[in-house]
Each structure stands twice: as structure tokens, then as C-alpha cells.
């Protein structure tokens, strides 16, 4: 079977070692990790939250006082005209409704146009014209600004909110003259107030208009027979009836009379049984076939059939004037029936009012009850009408017996009763509508006037600075989130284990705090043999020691970085240094022959060096420089345009052979690995190579390419050295408690490096 192991980091699938579970969480944080993000990036924190509160003290300093000011008012119900029963609508929902059809009024731009006009108005009397800034063309002018420009800077300055439950509304304006403010409320309140009436006039004058035309034309026509009639008598006519053709007549112009208004009420019916069915459509068209339905079955015209039959009746027997009849007990049991059927019909009519209400909202509900309503309504005119025709036809009948001069006499008379008692109806309703349209005030009623307010209302300053106190860190922690969650590099140990990467150890992050112009930070192994730093690189060497059991299988390391600046020479040197002190006779060799660095650190010039020996100018002994009886170094020699192929040569191969038997362990500083080939030729000549990775610097794709190009070709990676890692990152208790320890020995002075290479 085919054994097709990857040893690459890009697929964890062929690590048998490989743990699913800390793959998947490897992109999460844990509470720990925000907590510690918060720590080290503590400074930047407190300077955008003190950023963030000084913008908010300024602009709370800065900011002008803008005041507030209410009128109170209180919408009702809208009055029903004379035409309808006069019942009022109680019902809430459709109260409400019509409060915020009125609240859109008050806030349209017609209405806006006339409130601005009411401000002119009030500028150009107003002796204090400073304290109206809105309204002036200019500061401290005595001109205003146009109509149009004013309504359309009312838009944002005039609020209008109803309080929840009641029917009062709030008519808010803002300004930043105290003065000013409540003069626009106090002006939008009046001037709804006159809109609201002048509306409700308007409906009642038309009515009155159309009364008073009704009425007229009735009196022409009254009038007309009336003159008929006496050119009749003159002519030798009948001058009167009998007392049977009396009572005909009567009754019969009764008839008539009920049979106009029953037509003036169905006419009016229909219209408004029209809005309805036309606006429940809108809502629920099935609904609207289904009340139709439901009105409409025989039980109910039955019902209808016989009430309307019964009060035609009852009032012909009411009309009866005659002494000869008692008509009372006659009246009573007719109002017995009457009120029997009413109640059968009533409950009928709340069964189909239950099954219409059931699971449809509060305003389709109200439809459908005014539409159950005036459906029913509608039809008992019809009804009535009908039975009104059928009584007249039974008197028309009689009449018709009489004598034919009779006849034409009582149809004049007919003719003159009805039109007097549909006058007189008229006449009656336009009176009503007289008084009505004469006392209508609206249905607005202003309960407070707006007031000039003591203190602003904006901006609340201390509201300012405490919501800048609160959003300060949060708005910082939140932009240090971002920048964590785009940022990519790598910050602590645990982003190198987190990609299954073999990780060494860590090198403090140390700013100087000794000024020392003489001394060089470059082998701080040497110089600070008890430092925090020089135990790091104990660690390294420890480990890469324990790595193997043989100690020639790590006799030559190459140490690398995945890009430039990472601290790959400063490691280097000092990786030498440490075994060197642990009494191994180390050598030091500059393979960087791009940027070599070794020789500055070593205080020598570069040449002779490695280039030189490889290209047979010089001996070995001429390159090999020492720095401690168990520290040499070699530098890079002579630069060379092409390295790689000097460094792939077979010289190079017989160098690292010969110096491998002369010195106990060999350190090679390379250039970076990811931008230049040199490393990777390097890395299949070595016993093994470490990877230098700079904390929150190399990139974490930068490192797995890395540790991709030292693997390949079956290439020993020894494990990546985090370097300039800042202790308090969650790992400072390695650093404290060494360095606490070493205070409390005999070495009183102490430096610290930042450590770059």
C-alpha cells in the first residue's frame, strides 16, 4: 500500500498526529485572549477614549441652547351631520385613526404655508424682531424670511406626536430663541384650530346649501299647485270632500310624505353603504361578498318584510283623527309586535356581526360593523318603501271611485299635503343646519398654550459627557477589534502552536533603560550573562540539544526568518555565543552575502570572509576571526552578485564538511528564506534550521511558507524562536520570576536590549 504522507503545514490531514478539533478552533479567541488584547493595546485605549471625551466636551461647550416648547390639544370625535342619526362613534380605534389622519394635517405643507404666514404676521408687529431668528432674513435684520422658505424649514422644526391612550396631542416646536419657540407652537395650534373648523363648516354649509335648494324647489312646486287647485274651484269645481274622502286624501298625503323622506334617507344610504363596501374591498374584497350574503337571507327580509309592514300600518291607524274610532289599543298592539321582531332581527344581526369580527384586525372590524349596519339599514328603507307604495296603491285605488271631479280635486290636494309636509321637513332640517353650521367651532379644542421656557432642553451636556465617558473605550476597543481581526501577524506563542508549528521558545521585548553610547547590544549573551535575554538563548540551545541524542546530528544550524528586519542575525550571534559559553567551540559564519550584518556586530571589517575563501583567494585560517577563546566567526567577504550559485557550489559543501570537523557546533546566518532561494540551498546542507519569527511583525502566511520551503526535500526543522515578544502578553511569568530572581543577586547593574537584528 502507498504510503502518501505530506509533511507540509498546508495539509493537516497528513499529520497522523494531526488534532481536528484545535484545527477548527484554531481562528477563535477565548475570553483570555480579548482580556489580554485589552492589556497591550491599554495605552491606545486611553488615548481614543480621551480622544473621543475631549470631542465630546468640546461640542458640549460649543453647541448652542436649542429650547423646546408644547401646546397642548385635544381632538374629538368629528360631529355627524343632521342627515345621519346623530349617534356618536365611541369606538377608539377609529378615533385614533382619525388622529393621525389629523396629525398629518397639521404637518403637510399647506398647513406649514399658513403657519408661516401667522409668524410673518407676528414679526412684523413684534418689537422684539432679535428674538426671532428663524423667522428674520438675517441676524439682527428687520426683514423676514418668504412664506415658502419658512414652511420648509418648518418641516424640521414643528413635531407633532399624539399621547398614547387619550386623545390629546402634543404640538412641539424647536428653536434657539426661548421666545421664538412657543410663538410657533402657539401659531401651528391656532392655525390647525381654524383649518379644523373652517372644515367642518364646510360640510355643514354645503348640506345647508343643499336643504335650503330642496326647499325652495318644493314651495315653487307648492305654490304651483296651490294656484292649480284655486283655478279649479274657480271654474265650479268640488269646493270640499266628505269625511271618507277627507280621511283618503289625508292618509295619502301621509303617504307621500313618508315616501319622500324614506327616499332622501335611502339616497343618502346608498352613498354611504357605496364608501364602505369601495373601502372594505381594500381590506378584505371576500369578506365584503360574505356580509352581502349574510344580510340578505330570507330569515332577515322576512324580519324586515313584516316590520317595515307593521309600522306602515301603525302609522296610517295613528292618522286616523276621527272621534267615532278609538285607535289606541290598535297603536299598542302594533308597538308589541314591532318591538318583538326588532329584538329577533338585532340578534340576528350580532351573530353575523360575531362570525365577521372573528380574526380580522380592529380597523377591518369597524368596516365590516358599519357596513352590517348600514346594509341592514339600506334594506328596512327599501322595504318601507315598498310597503309605502303598496298602502298608497290601496288608496289610490279607493280614491279612484269617487266622482271624476272628486277625483281631480283630491288629487290636487294630495298633491298640495305632501308638498307641505315635505317643505315643512326640509325647512325643519335646514334650520338644524343653520344653527349647526352657525354654532360650529371644530372639533379642536386648544387645552394649553405653549410657554416660554425657562432652561433648554438641548443639548443636555452632562448626558454629552457621559455617553463620550462610556462610548470612549468601547468605540476604542471596538476600532482595536478591527484592527486584531485584519491583523495577521503573529503575536504570541500560542499563534505559532496554533498552526501545528514546532515553537522553541521566546525572546523578551526590552527597550534600553542605560545610556551607554559605548556598549553594542549585538551578544547580549556576553555582556549580560544573567539577563532575561541570554536565558532565552540557554533555552534554545537546551532544546536543540535534547532534540537529538547524538550530538552530530545537530552540529550545523542554520538560522532564518521568513522576511528581513525579524531579528535572524541578532539570534544567530547570540545562539553562538551561548554555546560558546557553555565551553563548545563554536563558529559563527555570515551566509546573508546579500545584506551581511555580522561583521558590524562584531566591530571588523567584512573582508576577508566567506566569498573570499569559497572563490580560492584566501586560506581558511585568514577567514576564521575570534571573538572569545570558544566563539570564532567568519563574515561575508567580498559582495557578490549572484550568491546562490556560489552557496549550491560543491566548495561550499567541502566548507561546511571541514569546518563541521573542526568546531563542535557550527551557526550559519542566512538571508530570509521566503525572498531569496539562498536559505532554501542552505537548509538541505545543514544538520537543522530554525525559523526567527518577529512578534507582531511576520505574517502568519509569511511563517507557514517558511516552514513549507525548510521542509521540503526531507529538510530537519528544528523549531521557529519567537523574538521581541512583550512578556505581558500572557507569558510574563517566565520573565518575571527569572528576573525577580536575578535582582536578588550580586549583579546590581542591569540592562535591557530591544532586540533587532
Known amino acids: 500500500m502507498m504510503n502518501n504522507n505530506n509533511n507540509g503545514s498546508g495539509n493537516p490531514a497528513g499529520n497522523q498526529n494531526f488534532n481536528i478539533e484545535k484545527y477548527l478552533l484554531s481562528g477563535t479567541k477565548s475570553a483570555k485572549d480579548y482580556i489580554l488584547l485589552f492589556r497591550n493595546n491599554l495605552k491606545n485605549i486611553v488615548i481614543i477614549s480621551l480622544l473621543i471625551l475631549i470631542i465630546a466636551a468640546a461640542y458640549a461647550i460649543l453647541a448652542k441652547n436649542i429650547y423646546t416648547s408644547a401646546a397642548s390639544i385635544r381632538i374629538t370625535n368629528p360631529y355627524k351631520n343632521v342627515l345621519e342619526d346623530g349617534r356618536q362613534n365611541t369606538d377608539n380605534a377609529f378615533l385614533d385613526r382619525y388622529i393621525v389622519s389629523e396629525i398629518g394635517v397639521i404637518g403637510n405643507y399647506a398647513t406649514r404655508k399658513k403657519i408661516a404666514q401667522a409668524l410673518i404676521d407676528s414679526f412684523e408687529v413684534s418689537k422684539h424682531k432679535d428674538m426671532l431668528p428663524l423667522i428674520s432674513a438675517q441676524k439682527g435684520s428687520s426683514s423676514h424670511k418668504s412664506v415658502n422658505q419658512i414652511a420648509g424649514m418648518l418641516g424640521g422644526i414643528i413635531s407633532v406626536e399624539q399621547n398614547q391612550g387619550t386623545d390629546v396631542v402634543f404640538i412641539s416646536a424647536e428653536s434657539r430663541s426661548a421666545f421664538e419657540t412657543a410663538l410657533i407652537a402657539n401659531c401651528a395650534a391656532l392655525e390647525y384650530q381654524k383649518i379644523n373648523t373652517a372644515v367642518s363648516r364646510e360640510k355643514l354649509t354645503n348640506l345647508r346649501k343643499f336643504l335650503d335648494d330642496q326647499a325652495q324647489e318644493k314651495l315653487a312646486e307648492l305654490r304651483s299647485i296651490e294656484d292649480s287647485l284655486m283655478r279649479f274651484q274657480e271654474k265650479g269645481g268640488i269646493i270640499s270632500f266628505d269625511v271618507q274622502s277627507t280621511n283618503i286624501i289625508g292618509q295619502l298625503s301621509n303617504l307621500d310624505a313618508q315616501k319622500e323622506a324614506i327616499k332622501i334617507q335611502l339616497s343618502t344610504s346608498n352613498e354611504v353603504l357605496k364608501q364602505y363596501k369601495f373601502f372594505l374591498k381594500k381590506q378584505d374584497p371576500q369578506l365584503v361578498e360574505y356580509l352581502e350574503g349574510q344580510t340578505s337571507q330570507a330569515y332577515i327580509n322576512a324580519l324586515q318584510q313584516q316590520l317595515a309592514e307593521l309600522q306602515v300600518n301603525r302609522d296610517i291607524a295613528m292618522s286616523i283623527k276621527s272621534s267615532d274610532v278609538d285607535v289606541s289599543s290598535k297603536v299598542k298592539e302594533y308597538d308589541t309586535r314591532i318591538a318583538d321582531i326588532k329584538q329577533k332581527l338585532n340578534s340576528t344581526i350580532s351573530t353575523i356581526k360575531a362570525e365577521a369580527y372573528s380574526g380580522n384586525p380592529d380597523q377591518v372590524r369597524d368596516l365590516a360593523q358599519r ?51 315635505t317643505y315643512l321637513l326640509l325647512n325643519e332640517r335646514y334650520q338644524e343646519a343653520m344653527i349647526n353650521e352657525a354654532s360650529e367651532s371644530g372639533n379642536v379644542v386648544i387645552l394649553n398654550p405653549a410657554v416660554i421656557p425657562d432652561s433648554p432642553s438641548k443639548p443636555n451636556r452632562l448626558l454629552i459627557l457621559l455617553i463620550g465617558l462610556i462610548l470612549g473605550p468601547i468605540i476604542a476597543f471596538a476600532l482595536i477589534l478591527i484592527k486584531d481581526h485584519f491583523d495577521d501577524t503573529v503575536k504570541t506563542p500560542d499563534d505559532i502552536e496554533k498552526e501545528e508549528i514546532k515553537f522553541l521558545t521566546w525572546i523578551p521585548h526590552l527597550k ?63 545562539l553562538a555565543g551561548s554555546f560558546a559559553l557553555s565551553n563548545k567551540k563554536t563558529l559563527l559564519i555570515d551566509c546573508d552575502l546579500r545584506r551581511p550584518t555580522i561583521h558590524t556586530k562584531m566591530g571588523v571589517d567584512k573582508k576577508p570572509g566567506l566569498v573570499d575563501y569559497l572563490s580560492r583567494k584566501v586560506a581558511l585560517e585568514t577567514i576564521i576571526r575570534s571573538k572569545t577563546n570558544t566563539l570564532s566567526f567568519i563574515t561575508a567577504g567580498t559582495n557578490l552578485s549572484n550568491p546562490a550559485e556560489l552557496l549550491e557550489s560543491k566548495a561550499m559543501k567541502n566548507f561546511l564538511q571541514e569546518v563541521k570537523d573542526i568546531f563542535d557546533v557550527v551557526i550559519i546566518d542566512s538571508a530570509p528564506i521566503v525572498a531569496v532561494i539562498d536559505s532554501e540551498i542552505l537548509a538541505k546542507l545543514v544538520d537543522g534550521t530554525i525559523l526567527v519569527i518577529s512578534a507582531d511583525k511576520t505574517e502568519n502566511r509569511l511563517m507557514k511558507d517558511a516552514v513549507d520551503l525548510i521542509k521540503r526535500d526531507k529538510a530537519t526543522f528544528l523549531g521557529t524562536v519567537l523574538n521581541n515578544f512583550k512578556y505581558k502578553s500572557g507569558y510574563g511569568y517566565y520573565y518575571k520570576y527569572y528576573y525577580n530572581y536575578s535582582n536578588s543577586s550580586d549583579h546590581k547593574s542591569k540592562k535591557s536590549y530591544k532586540l533587532k537584528s
Request: no cysteine.
Open 371 to 421: 357596513l352590517i349596519e348600514e346594509e341592514i339599514k339600506n334594506s328596512s328603507l327599501s322595504v318601507q318603501l315598498d310597503q309605502l307604495e303598496k298602502a298608497t296603491g290601496k288608496y289610490e285605488g279607493n280614491l279612484r271611485r269617487l266622482p271624476k271631479a272628486s277625483t281631480v280635486l283630491s288629487q290636487y290636494q294630495r298633491e298640495r299635503e305632501s308638498l307641505q309636509q
Open 512 to 574: 534600553s533603560n542605560v545610556k551607554d553610547n559605548g556598549f553594542s547590544p549585538g551578544l547580549v549573551v556576553l555582556d549580560e550573562n544573567d539577563s532575561p535575554v541570554s536565558e532565552s538563548f540557554r533555552v534554545i540551545k537546551a532544546r536543540i540539544q535534547q532534540s537529538s541524542v547524538d550530538p552530530d546530528l545537530s552540529k550545523i544550524i542554520l538560522v532564518t526568518s521568513p522576511a528581513e528586519g525579524e531579528g535572524k542575525s541578532f539570534v544567530s550571534a547570540n
